[in-house]
């Protein structure tokens, strides 16, 4: 079990409550790497004690980022910070049904990836001004049902966040590239934020999936994110927009 670590509040003003100091303190371990994915941290007593706060104010902090997912808390087992997946999170954050209300489940086929300078926009969306560098790696992969192609996809990864990558680590087709991500090149992707846009099919997606030239289809813009909101991937897929639809379900409100 990793040791907990020196940490400063930054205090209560505000009205800040001392439970988001908590969540802070583990967050900064988090993303120090000091506690890593699938480990099990200090006991919430012991993290009281190192924080001066009352035990139950460190479990609220835990509560808090446990329904987030970056915690798992196992009865009678303790916590442990949470970890992606190979292939039960697959399609957790696919948002694409079928007009019979049926997740979409695609399978991935990369098509090439290249290793390029960021265009203007995608140095912004990236904030790869604030880096070294602002190379990136561009995927482009079909996504199949049953070896049909229905959608397109680019990938663009900051080189500084995956300067080892290669196309061997993403053609599992069915392997969660977030756990790819997490397991192979130490990036936990904590958030997203996605915008879904109509457009007309282009003549590269109309040839790629068998469309025409002009017809609905619907453009998901995806960003994202780890800790301390760093993007680390820009995730454009496009799909048919006949038999198809995007939803989200909204967690039930308090």
């Known amino acids: ?36 994915p699938g480990q099990k941290i200090p006991p919430e007593l012991e993290l009281a004690k190192h924080l001066n706060v009352a035990i139950s104010t460190v479990r609220a902090g835990i509560k808090d980022l446990a329904a987030e997912g970056l915690l798992i808390r196992r009865q009678g087992k303790g916590t442990y910070v949470g970890q992606h997946d190979f292939q039960s999170q697959h399609f957790r954050y ?6 019979r209300n049926e997740k979409i489940i695609t399978s991935r086929e990369i098509l090439s990836i290249k290793r390029m300078r960021a265009s203007r926009d995608v140095e912004q969306e990236l904030q790869l001004h604030n880096q070294k560098s602002v190379a990136v790696h561009s995927i482009t992969a079909l996504l199949n049902v049953e070896e049909r192609p229905i959608a397109c996809m680019q990938l663009i990864l900051p080189v500084w966040l995956f300067p080892k990558l290669k196309i061997e680590d993403l053609r599992q087709s069915n392997v969660n590239l977030y756990t790819v991500y997490q397991q192979m090149h130490g990036v936990t992707v904590v958030r997203m934020e996605e915008r879904v846009h109509a457009r007309g099919a282009d003549p590269v997606f109309a040839r790629r999936v068998g469309a025409r030239v002009g017809e609905p289809v619907l453009h998901v813009h995806r960003v994202a994110y780890t800790f301390n909101n760093v993007p680390v991937e820009l995730r454009l897929r496009t799909y048919k927009a006949a038999g198809y639809h995007y939803l989200f379900r909204h967690k039930a409100l308090d």
Do not use: Q
């Open 94 to 99: 696919s948002n694409i049904y079928s007009d």
């Open 1 to 36: 079990m990793p040791p907990v670590a020196s940490f400063t509040f930054s205090g209560n003003h505000a009205g800040t409550p001392l439970y988001k100091e908590v969540r802070r303190y583990v967050l900064s371990r988090l993303n120090s790497g000091d506690w890593k």
